[in-house]
């Protein structure tokens, strides 16, 4: 079981990156998928999830209006576009597999089999 996100880079204010996180040995469509982000010296932070219970997807505020998550099933891929990036977005962007779905959507501790990350970086 394995994750890698990629497609992180540089970019100006205002500009777009998508995520991919590739997942290999299981079926991700069989699981709730998360995006979470981390500064360093600070701990993960949500962004965005698919819901494996009611098929939902979900965002924290920061990311309503801005990011949208997507997947592929037949590419077993996740997918987080984001639009209208700003500084603040800087961190490195991991994507993982939610697997306590008892707790809420963003508790990083619900979640396992997390990909490398990839580096996103707003700058002018």
């Known amino acids: 079981v394995q994750l890698q996100a990629s497609g992180g880079g540089l970019v100006q204010p205002g500009g777009s990156l998508r995520l991919s996180c590739a997942a290999s040995g299981f079926n991700l469509d069989n699981y709730g998928i998360g995006w979470f982000r981390q500064v360093p010296g600070k701990e993960y932070e949500g962004v965005s999830c698919f819901s494996r219970p009611d098929g939902n997807t979900y965002y924290t505020e920061y990311a309503k209006g801005r990011f949208t998550i997507s997947r592929d099933n037949a590419k077993n891929t996740v997918y987080l576009q984001m639009n209208s990036l700003k500084p603040e977005d800087t961190a490195v962007y991991y994507c993982?597999?939610?697997?306590?779905?008892?707790?809420?959507?963003?508790?990083?501790?619900?979640?396992?089999?997390w990909g490398q990350g990839t580096q996103v970086t707003v700058s002018s």
């Open positions: 993982a597999v939610k697997i306590k779905e008892i707790l809420p959507a963003f508790v990083a501790t619900g979640y396992a089999y």
